[in-house]
Structures are given as structure tokens and as C-alpha cells.
């Protein structure tokens, strides 16, 4: 059974649903992971940390990489903003004791983190004692308005896409799990704000998976970021890169003709998941998982006499197996 840690913010596109099929794919022994159109880093906070691995997290939204910033280095402060403080029990104040004396942050953290401790709307004279010790020497300060701001549109709004109001209760204390479980495995990932196609190439080596879940054909205008790329170029482009890769790649899109047809020479699985999106009841949404590699000996229940499996809620197939296939080096 594979472990898959919860995301802390929706995201429209999110791959949190389909992390059981991606990650059953993932090579062994990399030395590095990049999740190139990072969204709500599903992939990334899945993975498990491993020593030998650079995880990079990457994203072109400016909002959203600051928040990922405030969860990995500026927490407490991110909680006030939200309204997780004041903390009412003791029951709670330890728990959240124990997750500050657990996190690791720098040096130029220290003074929001104490501005925070010494409000007394958050923490009586008491509790201040016991954590100051804890948090001195701590923290990076970032925007952490701007992200308690930023989650309150996210989580309002019609399928995370931040552009409607969806009429929806929003219980802000349900993200602290979420943060909680982030935090820590945000410390060993490297957060980027570059363009995708720029890491892509920078991020280009041997060993190395990169992961990209790109807007997907036609439906560009539900990203943030992406409302400005012209047509089919910007797909077009994304797969002369991913072509050129020397490690491990893994591509999420929308299957269509066009997808098909560009990546033909790739290994292509496609499935059908529920569309989260549509008016209608029971709408299918049609996905694949495009891989330079072959995914096979990396899902148990697949076999050279069996192209189709079933990992979990869907039926995956493999729909297109390259004529040429080339040797990825370690």
C-alpha cells in the first residue's frame, strides 16, 4: 500500500488523487527529482525524503510559492494569520509544542516568531516561557498576509481555481495537519520560482526524474499563470525539452489526439477519472501518463501478457509503446 501524504491547499489540476499510479512508476536510486510545474506539490511532498536525492519544488504563481515558503519556514505566524491562534486547551498547546520543537529553521526567523509568542491574544506568560527557548535562533521572514490571503481565495473558491466564490465553510484549524505533515518534508526540498522550461534545462542530468504536469490542451485558462500561452506552441516546446532529457521523465495530460500524436515516441498510459469540474453527474475526465522509459517493471500487476491494471479507483492501459527505445543511463 503506498503512503501518500495529504497536500495543505487545493489546487486546480492537483495530482493528489492519482499520486498511487505515479508513484508506482517512480525509478529507483535517483539523484534528483524535479516537479516542474510544482501546483499544489502533491509529488513532491509524496515522495519520501531520501539523503542521496535533491528534491526540487518549482511553480511560476508567485502566491503560491510564497506560501510554500511561510509552511517551510514561517509557521507560526502563518497559524495567527489564519486564525489558529489563540490555542484554547493544553491538549492542543503541547501538540503544537511539539511540532515547533521538531521544525528547522534559520537564524533570521527569530523575530516573528517571538513577536507572535509575546502577543498575549495568542499565548499567556506561561506558555511564553516554555517556547521562547525553542524558538530562538529561528526564521526567514516571508509574506505571511499575502499567504494566509492567498489560502482564504484557494479554499473559497470553486475548484481551487481562485477566480469564483464557491459559497463553501472554510475550517481553517483542518490545515494544521495538513501543515504538519508538510513542514517537515519541506525542509529537505529546494522551493524554485523559475519558469519550468527554464529549470527544465538547467535541471537536465543523468539519474534524475523530472516530473510535469503541465496546463493541460485547451483547458490553460484555468491556471493562474498559464492564461498567456499562445496555443499548441507552449506543448510543442514542453516535449522538445522533455525529449532532450537524459534521465527519467513522467508527463500528466489530458488524453487527446494531439497529446497522442506528440508524444508517440514516449510510453503512454491512459485511464479515466471523474471530472471534478463538470456540472454533470458521473462526467469522466480522460488522462495519461506519458514516461521516456518503460513503466512496466515498475507496477507489480502489470505483465508482458497483461497491458491493463488496476491500481486503485481506475483502469490504467497502455495505449502506445515507442517503436525506438532508448537507454536511460544511471
Known amino acids: 500500500m503506498i503512503s501518500i501524504a495529504e497536500i495543505f491547499i487545493p489546487w486546480v489540476g492537483s495530482k493528489a488523487r492519482l499520486l498511487g499510479y505515479i508513484l508506482q512508476i517512480v525509478p529507483p536510486n535517483l539523484n534528483q527529482s524535479l516537479e516542474a510545474f510544482g501546483g499544489s506539490g502533491?509529488?513532491?511532498?509524496?515522495?519520501?525524503?531520501?539523503?542521496k536525492r535533491l528534491d526540487i519544488y518549482n511553480d511560476a504563481d508567485s502566491d503560491l510559492v510564497n506560501l510554500f515558503f511561510c509552511v517551510k519556514e514561517l509557521l507560526s505566524p502563518l497559524m495567527k494569520e489564519l486564525g489558529f491562534l489563540p490555542i484554547q486547551s493544553r491538549e492542543a498547546f503541547e501538540i503544537y509544542k511539539a511540532f515547533l520543537e521538531h521544525q528547522d529553521i534559520s537564524m533570521l526567523n527569530i523575530q516573528a516568531e517571538l513577536d507572535c509568542i509575546e502577543d498575549r491574544s495568542c499565548f499567556t506568560e506561561e506558555q511564553a516561557r516554555e517556547l521562547r527557548p525553542i524558538l530562538r535562533g529561528r526564521a526567514k521572514l516571508y509574506d505571511v498576509q499575502r499567504a494566509a490571503a492567498f489560502v482564504f481565495k484557494i479554499r473559497g473558491s470553486f475548484s481551487s481555481t481562485g477566480d469564483s466564490f464557491g459559497v463553501k465553510?472554510?475550517?481553517?484549524?483542518?490545515f494544521f495537519k495538513g501543515f504538519q505533515d508538510a513542514e517537515p518534508r519541506l525542509q529537505n526540498v529546494v522551493i524554485e520560482h523559475k519558469n519550468a522550461f527554464q529549470l527544465i534545462r538547467e535541471r537536465n542530468?543523468?539519474?534524475?526524474?523530472?516530473?510535469?504536469?503541465?496546463?493541460?490542451?485547451?483547458?490553460?485558462?484555468?491556471?493562474?499563470?498559464?492564461?498567456?500561452?499562445?496555443?499548441?506552441r507552449f506543448h510543442i516546446h514542453l516535449w522538445k525539452l522533455l525529449s532532450a532529457c537524459k534521465g527519467y521523465v513522467?508527463?500528466?495530460?489530458?488524453?487527446?489526439?494531439?497529446?497522442?500524436?506528440?508524444?508517440?515516441?514516449?510510453?503512454?498510459?491512459?485511464?479515466?477519472?471523474?471530472?471534478?469540474?463538470?456540472?454533470?453527474?458521473?462526467?469522466?475526465?480522460?488522462?495519461?501518463?506519458?514516461?521516456?522509459?518503460?513503466?512496466?517493471?515498475?507496477?507489480?500487476?502489470?505483465?508482458?501478457?497483461?497491458?491493463?491494471?488496476?491500481?486503485?479507483?481506475?483502469?490504467?492501459?497502455?495505449?502506445?509503446?515507442?517503436?525506438?527505445?532508448?537507454?536511460?543511463?544511471?
Do not use: W
Request: hydrophobic fraction near 35%.
Open 42 to 51: 502533491a509529488f513532491t511532498l509524496a515522495l519520501r525524503t531520501d539523503p
Open 169 to 174: 465553510p472554510l475550517n481553517i484549524r483542518r
Open 205 to 232: 542530468r543523468n539519474g534524475g526524474l523530472i516530473y510535469a504536469d503541465p496546463p493541460y490542451v485547451d483547458a490553460e485558462h484555468l491556471y493562474r499563470t498559464s492564461r498567456n500561452n499562445r496555443g499548441r
Open 250 to 330: 513522467i508527463v500528466s495530460y489530458n488524453d487527446c489526439p494531439f497529446i497522442r500524436q506528440l508524444y508517440k515516441d514516449f510510453y503512454i498510459l491512459a485511464f479515466q477519472r471523474p471530472n471534478p469540474l463538470s456540472q454533470k453527474k458521473g462526467a469522466k475526465y480522460d488522462e495519461v501518463l506519458i514516461t521516456n522509459y518503460d513503466p512496466r517493471p515498475y507496477i507489480a500487476q502489470m505483465t508482458l501478457f497483461d497491458m491493463d491494471v488496476h491500481i486503485g479507483e481506475y483502469d490504467m492501459e497502455l495505449v502506445n509503446i515507442p517503436k525506438s527505445k532508448r537507454r536511460l543511463l544511471p
